[in-house]
């Protein structure tokens, strides 16, 4: 008799996003061991995947043993150093995270802020960026606290002037929306497993450019965290196969089945897929007289933040669809707590028939929890 | 149809060890949201069941999302800050592992080495602790890379007197020899789950006693890493549910039933399994004419350093056994590569029917290698 026995939801909030039968399936196939040849195998087949879901030919595509926030900071221990001047674009929760491990890892930060569910224009970037003229640039493609979708060219382009490097945040973009790291010109992104790609979470999918690699080449002391040092990981993915840490095995089958899914449907067809639902669930709020909070040529597919109706409470509606419906959404962090829900259509879980249910559930919520 | 086919392999290295039927059952349960009170009930569950596999009453017991080395770099993160003194007794890989990330946290390194697979007396613990008189003290306590166990006892008692706080690192006697956190007086011990646990590797249990939390209540600056801040992760597991990162959920359900799995074995014949099995290989060994690189009473259960025998090549032992048995073991790290293998005896894998069919596997190997 097995123990584990979770309730049945349906999982429309910000992640985890419903996952794929064969993944499930693919998880718990035999472990092998870390060094085995059929594991390096699985690896190169995920960074050939997640090449084409990132939108580049970066050799240096790989996954970070921990969940997305890993990949955060995977890209801060390597990229920042003590006293270097860190420009983040602020306009979400995701953006202060990175500025707090900025922080933390000693770098001088300035902030370009927005309200949040703002994006930022091109002439925008390029008047921070010049004016401050940092080593290295952060901004949220996918901004998982507000909907708000910033592809990043303008900052790109602004930055490379200046001759920074870029970090983008694609967490719930990547496999959902375009990402186009190679022509945004980004140099390092990082996402995690469990939003479009259609996979549990756990793994930190990063790819890095030339640039960067030349960067981390160059650098002179180690970063801090060891355990997310990309040069040693390198050297155990892939050159002489050095052990670092034992990886996640089990999780390696998951994320390989998800991109082999995706890799089926194809990448056009799957944004595709996601523009789709999402536009259909946008009318389905109008149909309700909700007005979604970020505006429509920001909006991210995978994320839809419908602002909550007045009169209407938002605990009372999540509480009423995962009671009457095990429906799973989130409301707002921050600023926006309150304000909007957070729900995901995403990965496995972009459906016309999902997006469908969930429209009649929240009519009916709405009306429950208005009353 | 899959696209993950793994080859069947008996895992008998140093880990991953062979898992359970039922935890690869766990794994594949749908996937719940990080914030549902479900996952909350299976971090509850995990807890109490790390207690009695660690031996303590520690409140403050969870899980890291990654593996083993992500829980030694969360004691170094969160227990190392920059100018302290940092005692570490040496005497394998793995203590070189710690030295490496207490260094890059700024950490004053002080060790005690030793050769390879030997262990510390208590007075020569307390010669060198009373001298150095360290702030912090680490110390392995099953040596993955050389199969020598050191309970920790007269460490900790000595580093008690000069008021440091010590680091166990108890990744291979979890779930398989006795680690007994409380009785020996360990503040903080960390460990993966791919070895005793007998779970796919991706968590890192940690444990931290009355004498760490109040340590990290007083610290002043953060730790370097937000991922592994253990404050913020007491937050997010233990308090207010405050969202810190979305937890790997299936690897916790797997953790989960490999815990409910020990838990019906009961803890005290799980060790005396592990116990057992170790002494009939090392008397199948000793049939072999080979001998254990190990003195008898300093000896992992889990974890046996035979010495690869006169005139044979390890590589082709290795070779021999997946190729003919599909059987993985390992050869020595550093210094003992060449000179010993490292067979795991632990978790699901140990077992009378593997020990007798590892034995004559090796049979066959030493002399087809030799030949």
Redesign the interface.
């Known amino acids: 008799m097995?123990?584990?026995?979770?309730?049945?939801?349906l999982?429309l909030?910000p992640?985890?996003s419903p996952?794929h039968p064969?993944v499930?399936?693919?998880?718990?196939?035999?472990?092998?061991?870390?060094?085995?040849p059929?594991f390096f195998q699985?690896n190169e087949?995920i960074r050939k995947g997640l090449q084409t879901c990132f939108g580049t030919t970066n050799e240096f595509t790989m996954v970070i043993?921990?969940?997305?926030?890993?990949g955060?900071?995977t890209a801060v221990?390597n990229f920042v150093e003590p006293g270097m001047k860190f420009a983040v674009f602020a306009n979400g929760y995701f953006a202060d995270?990175i500025t707090?491990?900025g922080r933390?890892?000693g770098a001088q930060i300035v902030r370009l802020e927005k309200p949040w569910g703002e994006s930022f224009t091109g002439a925008e970037a390029e008047d921070f960026i010049s004016r401050h003229k940092p080593q290295l640039v952060a901004f949220i493609q996918a901004e998982t606290s507000t909907g708000c979708y910033t592809p990043g060219k303008g900052i790109c382009e602004a930055a490379r002037k200046v001759g920074a490097l870029t970090i983008a945040d694609t967490v719930t973009s990547l496999g959902g929306m375009p990402v186009d790291v190679d022509a945004m010109g980004i140099d390092i992104a990082y996402s995690?497993t469990?939003k479009a790609l259609g996979c549990?979470?756990?793994l930190a999918p990063i790819t890095v450019g030339p640039r960067g690699v030349e960067y981390l080449r160059a650098r002179k002391a180690?970063?801090?965290?060891?355990?997310l040092d990309l040069k040693l990981l390198l050297d155990y993915y892939e050159q002489a196969h050095r052990?670092?840490?034992?990886?996640?095995?089990?999780?390696f089958?998951?994320l390989?089945?998800s991109l082999?899914v995706i890799e089926e449907e194809g990448l056009p067809a799957r944004l595709e897929r996601h523009r789709k639902n999402h536009e259909a669930f946008v009318a389905g709020m109008e149909s309700l007289g909700t007005a979604m909070y970020v505006a429509g040529e920001h909006r991210l597919w995978t994320l839809n933040t419908p602002r909550v109706p007045d009169g209407v409470n938002d605990l009372a509606v999540r509480k009423h669809l995962i009671a009457k419906y095990g429906i799973?959404i989130?409301g707002g962090?921050g600023p926006l707590a309150g304000k909007v829900f957070r729900i995901g259509t995403m990965g496995y879980g972009s459906s016309a028939e999902n997006v469908s249910l969930l429209v009649d559930a929240l009519r009916d919520a709405f009306a429950v929890a208005k009353a």
Chains 1, 2 share one sequence.
């Open positions: 097995l123990t584990v026995a979770p309730p049945t939801r999982l909030g992640g985890p996952v064969r499930y399936q693919a998880i718990s196939q035999p472990v092998v061991g870390h060094l085995d059929y699985v087949e043993s921990g969940t997305g926030s890993a955060m900071e221990t995270r707090e491990m933390r890892h995690g469990q549990p979470p756990g180690p970063s801090v965290s060891w355990y052990y670092h840490h034992t990886a996640p095995v089990s999780m089958y998951a390989r089945e082999a799973e989130a962090l």
